[in-house]
């Protein structure tokens, strides 16, 4: 099974609304995720590293406001996407290493769309 | 910085044909490199990586690929296709000691044709 969980799978959202999507480490802890976006047909860009415990570290380019980025406890990081628009709209991914065993897990992603 | 170049965005073998799936980087440090395989809506699924050792790496569905240092090449092959290949694969490369983030190649569809 799974040992990187997101959640909403799916989510369709009004513009202007904010939509919060969980990446969750079931069975390790981690004190860094990843979020990645992806276009359709397209590759998968890295947004930030999400650090717990402290502020996370935004890729250029990726806005700090619009992407919120919380990672509250060693087995959760929340992205939070303000004030959504449809130039959004994108099945974003996350990651998480198991620094134990130096392996990565991805989640299995969420695409927002935004109408 | 690293970069990685996935040479064609679209293959289509037919099956029980060879699968040939190219992947070049760049780095300023030898690199640890992967292949990952995403089918529609999901996410990324680890189908083998390169560490140290041994330059030919089997991994799972049957895929194996090769490190050449000398052609900073990574390319994915398979014997003979199975209808359940069609996917999106992506190569990957992070430095030897950076943290996990990764950097990922274009991407390449691959199609089997009966």
């Known amino acids: 099974g799974a040992v990187v969980s997101q959640h909403p799978s799916w989510v369709i959202c009004k513009s202007g609304t904010s939509v919060k999507i969980e990446c969750r480490s079931l069975d390790f802890q981690a004190t860094t995720m990843f979020w990645y976006r992806q276009f359709p047909k397209q590759s998968l860009m890295l947004m930030a590293t999400?650090?717990?415990?402290?502020?996370?570290?935004?890729e250029q380019g990726v806005e700090k406001d619009k992407f919120l980025i919380n990672h509250a406890s060693l087995t959760l990081s929340t992205l939070t996407v303000t004030s959504a628009h449809p130039e959004d709209s994108s099945f974003y991914i996350c990651?998480?290493?198991?620094?134990?065993?130096?392996?990565?897990?991805f989640g299995e992603g969420s695409r927002l769309t935004v109408l | 910085a690293q970069s990685v170049t996935q040479l064609g965005s679209h293959v289509s073998v037919s099956e029980g044909a060879l699968v040939l799936l190219r992947c070049n980087y760049s780095?300023?440090?030898?690199?640890?490199l992967f292949w990952y395989v995403q089918y529609p809506n999901q996410g990324l699924q680890l189908l083998l990586k390169y560490t140290t050792g041994a330059t030919l790496v089997k991994g799972i569905n049957g895929f194996e690929a090769e490190f050449k240092k000398s052609e900073t090449s990574f390319h994915l092959t398979k014997p003979s296709a199975h209808m359940s290949d069609a996917a999106e694969y992506f190569c990957a490369v992070r430095p030897l000691k950076g943290a996990q983030k990764l950097v990922f190649g274009q991407g390449t569809r691959l199609t089997i044709n009966p």
């Open positions: 780095s300023s440090v030898p690199p640890y």
């Open positions: 990651s998480a290493p198991n620094h134990r065993t130096g392996e990565l897990f």
């Open positions: 999400s650090n717990e415990g402290s502020k996370a570290t935004y």
